[in-house]
């Protein structure tokens, strides 16, 4: 059984990314050697650009993302200074499935853009509200999607930063994060969605860290629909006292939607009519995979007094959820994580929860 590591962070945020860089040194060049290089592949972006013009368009990104949130990047800084690699390829690293979105809307425009071959994208995530969990404490889970060869580098940072909110997050080495909460019941998760209006802005892990820096869900809320977003994302967030959001969020079309006492599910295709017009064709099997895991979320969710372990037992349903890989995209489930924000229990789990248990932590 394999267990997810642990990454224990603390000080200013340059320490932090110093202490990131220098434990998974290795990892870390890995693993944004391998995103750099798919960024010039038109089967994952639709255009064929070579690595200069891909490393131009991140390098105008980091002007954007130093200007969003400037503790999160002095932390990329820490981790650039040890494992000697730049801030733009970094960024490459965090935030692979946004900037691909960059590549596609304003990479090369004398190409026409392709519809890519290859989607690496298929997270499920839900918001259970007080209402509908047992004892009246909301929920908010997901699973972890994505090409198999992201589950080695699956980590969970327990970062507690000088003068803001410890956080609890799931991630990748390299990357500040992906899923989490805070010490002060924030929580928030993602799914990727695919857009043709990706442009020079923030990549979505440093929203997600921007919002577990603040102390109240609407700040949270405004870390999302305020920002320059480079890609399309969807993000979930809830508070400990149960209230939440689900945001379907284009880079230049963001739609709202607050938590009442249905249950909210999301997968990776887009919901909102007004976001369609800017979303990326997707290949057929990857859209039926998507509407497939949608509908099987909402149905495994149709009960009332929903508990965690209903929830983990949704991540590992095989008939559409739990995903292994084949080819062509190999795509696999490399971990999730359930969160519950009133009580600050946290329960994730490393590669495929049908094969793995869940480890429970506590911020």
């Not at 918001?127 to 972890?144: D, I």
């Not at 970062?159 to 002060?184: H, Q, R, W, Y």
Request: charge should be negative.
């Amino acid at each position: 059984m394999g267990r997810i590591r642990v990454l224990e962070l603390a000080g200013s945020y340059y320490e932090m990314g110093k202490a990131h860089g220098a434990r998974y040194h290795d990892e870390i060049h890995m693993f944004t050697e391998d995103r750099v290089n798919l960024s010039s592949d038109e089967h994952w972006t639709g255009r064929n650009l070579s690595r200069e013009a891909v490393m131009a368009l991140a390098e105008a990104c980091v002007a954007e993302h130093e200007a969003y949130a400037p503790d999160i990047m002095a932390e990329l800084q820490g981790m650039a200074d040890v494992t000697g690699l730049s801030l733009a390829e970094l960024v490459i690293n965090n935030g692979f499935t946004d900037f691909i979105d960059v590549v596609y809307g304003v990479g090369d425009m004398t190409q026409r853009p392709q519809t890519p071959a290859n989607v690496s994208d298929n997270c499920t995530a839900f918001l259970v509200p007080n209402a509908r969990a047992e004892s009246r404490h909301g929920f908010f889970g997901q699973t972890w999607d994505m090409h198999a060869t992201a589950t080695p580098y699956v980590i969970l940072i327990h970062g507690k930063p000088e003068n803001d909110p410890a956080f609890l997050t799931f991630t990748i080495t390299g990357c500040v994060g992906m899923i989490g909460m805070n010490s002060e019941g924030i929580a928030v998760g993602i799914n990727n969605l695919m857009s043709t209006d990706g442009q020079i802005g923030v990549t979505w892990p440093f929203v997600v860290r921007k919002i577990l820096q603040q102390d109240n869900l609407e700040d949270a809320l405004a870390c999302i629909t305020d920002a320059k977003l480079a890609g399309a994302h969807n993000y979930m967030l809830m508070d400990k006292h149960g209230n939440g959001y689900n945001v379907e969020a284009m880079s230049t079309s963001v739609e709202v939607e607050k938590l009442d006492a249905a249950v909210i599910a999301h997968t990776n295709h887009c919901l909102v009519p007004k976001n369609l017009d800017v979303a990326r064709e997707r290949p057929t099997a990857s859209q039926q995979s998507s509407e497939n895991r949608l509908d099987r979320a909402y149905e495994m969710l149709a009960g009332s007094d929903v508990t965690v372990d209903d929830l983990i037992e949704l991540t590992r349903d095989e008939s559409a959820i739990c995903v292994r890989p084949k080819p062509p995209m190999h795509v696999e489930s490399c971990g999730a994580a359930v969160m519950r924000p009133s009580t600050g229990d946290f329960w994730a789990v490393w590669g495929l929860s049908v094969e793995n248990h869940y480890e429970h932590f506590t911020i």
